[in-house]
């Protein structure tokens, strides 16, 4: 029996949310509870029906925290959640002959701008250069070299808005398998293209970035690469190596692995261009609305908690309000003062609060409402893809005019619908309907909504990367400069030995 430990730690980070998340955000699973993640579409749901499906396997789940979307990680919870993470690693790394790691990728702490690449090289420190180290990582992660160096392969999510979690973490285990079985000499290359994207051409099922990444997927089908993908990055975690890039795993098969790597950048690089936020100005976008009969979506990307924004902008409803819209308005906030009023008020009760700018002032002028308690609730949720449990904290519903909102304690993703359907609410009863989140999967809104508006906004996850303010990212990177020549290069790495300078594919060892 071949032993395989299990471990995860998952956060998505932006560096321009001001407030800082902290060790209390992460759900945490210790030892035997990560079993739960059983028939769940999960990276270790996915891990766990390859892993126990084999005979010759036994898992050895450890520890595996996941924290919504937030800020930059404090270095108190940094310190807090590392330690115990690999506390638990070390704890059974010896008895265990490969290691299985869960990460998201655009993961950022005060003092430490690489978490997952720290992680890793101190799970391979203790593991030892034997032991195979498999990863899987969200397309919004950015793959660091330090990270690459301490692995043996990995696997990349395939769509966007993300669907294959089970998927991917099935894809790494495989991959962990023929590894422990010694079939497989993985060759790992790395082609950085200096771009950061955004925009309706990234989502997989109609933009032109899902064609290149049916190209990754043939590469893997067809057995010419063990694992390939395209990962985007987060614009929003502004960290040292913060790009795009092409990874390509083969099988003892260099050559391969950097033409491959190249070619796929070389095809990325000018369709940089078409992968921009596309957005509306609100004010066009209120008047376009007024005259549509059937539903329409407003989508405030720049607020996207589930990208690391506070969830606080009130700049949609303000704007609604002051343009006069008559129709019926649902929207979601995070106030936790005006959720506390509410449930110190009671249902039934008309109160005056002001909502947003509650973490974000800056961004956003707290609203005066006067509104009336419809609904009180915990908070608690279930994501509608991955059956993960969400807690909001103490949430309210709100009723002022014609606008119904949803007030939270705490940010949580908010990608589909899953907290106005917790807590009462049917976004197909309206007109117009905001929603926190870039993209959501076509049957949640797209498939029975009018229109849906791309909302020029302000925030921490605005589309508008140029107006963010990177500071720690590399440069030159479009669309912060303009570059005029891009060729790409490979650069090859294999465990053991170093791997060899970048270059073109014919100079590579």
């Not at 010759?56 to 108190?76: K, M, N, Q, W």
């Not at 250069?129 to 919004?140: A, C, F, N, T, Y």
Request: charged share 20%.
């Amino acid at each position: 029996m071949k032993k395989v430990l299990i471990v995860e730690c998952m956060q998505e980070i932006s560096s321009f949310n001001p407030v800082p998340s902290q060790y209390e955000n992460f759900e945490i699973e210790r030892g035997a509870a990560l079993l739960a993640h059983r028939d769940k579409n999960t990276a270790i749901g996915g891990a766990l029906s390859v892993l126990e499906g084999n005979g010759d396997i036994e898992v050895v789940p450890t520890f595996a925290a996941r924290a919504g979307s937030a800020g930059l990680l404090s270095s108190s919870g940094w310190a807090q959640l590392s330690g115990e993470l690999l506390a638990a690693v070390g704890e059974r790394i010896e008895d265990v002959d490969g290691i299985y790691v869960s990460l998201h990728g655009a993961m950022g702490a005060d003092g430490e701008l690489d978490p997952e690449g720290y992680l890793l090289a101190e799970i391979r420190r203790m593991a030892g250069p034997g032991k195979p180290i498999v990863i899987s990582l969200d397309l919004h992660g950015i793959l660091t070299d330090r990270m690459i160096r301490q692995v043996d392969a990995m696997a990349i999510y395939h769509t966007y808005p993300h669907v294959d979690f089970a998927d991917t973490g099935a894809r790494a285990a495989r991959l962990l398998v023929d590894l422990l079985q010694g079939r497989r000499r993985p060759v790992v290359a790395r082609a950085v293209i200096p771009a950061l994207v955004r925009g309706d051409e990234l989502i997989t099922r109609t933009g032109c970035y899902g064609d290149l990444i049916g190209e990754c997927r043939r590469l893997e089908r067809e057995g010419t690469a063990l694992a390939a993908g395209i990962m985007i990055g987060n614009p929003f975690t502004d960290v040292p190596e913060l790009c795009c890039q092409v990874i390509i795993v083969t099988d003892g098969d260099p050559e391969t692995a950097a033409s491959e790597a190249e070619r796929l950048a070389a095809e990325f690089w000018p369709m940089r261009y078409r992968m921009q936020g596309k957005l509306i100005a609100l004010d066009r976008a209120i008047a376009q609305a007024r005259t549509i009969d059937g539903p329409v979506c407003f989508t405030d990307a720049a607020d996207a908690t589930s990208s690391g924004a506070t969830g606080d902008s009130n700049v949609i409803l303000r704007a609604l309000g002051e343009a006069g819209y008559q129709k019926r308005v649902l929207a979601q906030i995070v106030d936790p003062a005006a959720a506390e009023a509410a449930h110190r008020a009671g249902v039934g009760a008309q109160i005056e609060v002001t909502l947003g700018g509650a973490m974000d002032p800056e961004r956003f002028a707290p609203m005066p409402v006067s509104a009336r308690v419809r609904l009180l609730s915990d908070g608690s949720g279930r994501l509608e893809t991955m059956r993960l449990p969400l807690d909001a904290g103490p949430t309210a519903v709100l009723a002022f005019d014609n606008f119904t909102v949803v007030v939270m304690s705490r940010s949580v993703s908010l990608f589909d619908r899953a907290m106005y359907f917790a807590n009462g609410l049917d976004p197909a009863d309206f007109d117009l309907v905001v929603v926190k989140s870039p993209h959501t999967e076509y049957a949640m809104y797209d498939q029975w909504v009018e229109r849906n508006f791309n909302i020029d906004a302000p925030g921490a996850t605005s589309a508008d990367i140029r107006q963010l303010g990177h500071t720690i990212c590399a440069r030159p990177v479009f669309p912060l400069d303009d570059i005029d020549d891009f060729v790409p290069q490979a650069t090859l790495y294999s465990r053991p030995s170093v791997p060899p300078a970048a270059g073109s594919a014919g100079s590579h060892a």
